[in-house]
């Protein structure tokens, strides 16, 4: 069965320092691999995607994702992490047999802190 | 402005009775789908839509239907609501090319007691 998985729950980070939010994914075939994040009381919003091509993806508000298929991660991931980071993160996938359903992991709650 | 728009943001219903919570959007999308939100799970799509008249089951449809009569409407339907079903539930839209990025309504929070 396809799957998404984030493996923490919870990442803490000091304000200034980098950040990572970690992603791995269990697929068959070409994975189109996505990053949204969801705001308090908000809908959730797209940060980037991989398609194809340069596994080092950019995105919104300085945030970028490494793509690596031996070991079927996409991690996420910023150079100097803010305090408006503080958010929930979600990785999402849309791969073979059909790429008409989309699979989303978990979440991962970031807390930023000043 | 581009934009999903569900309503209502918020409701309390009672066990069986039967709900509608709307979800339209403005940007000729032609893939819809339908989400619900679970401390612990993330997002689970309940059903899918690729274009009008074409709906498919996601990965928890049980106690929900859809309708897909319009390309901008894809409402989600509780015949006989049950406490399990209380949840946060999200619209979202898309382009029809697989490559697309999905664009997600405000939320609805529903309370079924």
């Known amino acids: 069965a396809q799957s998404v998985a984030q493996p923490e729950d919870q990442v803490n980070v000091a304000e200034g320092n980098p950040l990572t939010v970690k992603c791995t994914y269990s697929?068959?075939?070409?994975?189109?691999l996505f990053w949204y994040v969801q705001y308090p009381n908000r809908g959730l919003q797209f940060l980037l995607k991989y398609i194809t091509g340069d596994n080092l993806v950019k995105g919104s508000y300085g945030f970028e994702a490494e793509f690596n298929k031996s070991q079927t991660s996409f991690h996420l991931k910023k150079p100097s992490a803010l305090v408006s980071d503080s958010a929930l993160y979600f990785c999402?996938?849309?791969?073979?047999?059909?790429?008409?359903?989309?699979?989303f992991g978990p979440g991962t709650s970031l807390s930023v802190i000043p | 402005e581009a934009q999903v728009t569900q309503n209502p943001r918020y409701l309390i219903t009672v066990t069986g009775k039967k709900l509608t919570v709307t979800c339209s959007q403005n940007?000729?999308?032609?893939?819809m789908s339908w989400y619900r939100q679970d401390p612990g799970l993330g997002l689970r799509q309940i059903y899918y839509?690729?274009?009008?008249?074409?709906?498919d089951k996601g990965d928890v449809p049980e106690g929900y239907k859809v309708s897909r009569k319009e390309k901008r409407n894809f409402p989600l339907i509780l015949e006989s609501p049950s406490p399990n079903q209380t949840s946060l539930y999200f619209c979202a839209s898309q382009g029809n090319r697989r490559n697309t990025e999905a664009f997600f309504g405000q939320g609805t929070r529903l309370t079924v007691v």
């Open positions: 999402a996938v849309r791969a073979d047999p059909s790429y008409d359903k989309v699979i």
């Open positions: 839509s690729m274009n009008v008249e074409v709906t």
């Open positions: 940007m000729n999308h032609e893939y």
């Open positions: 697929v068959s075939g070409n994975p189109y």
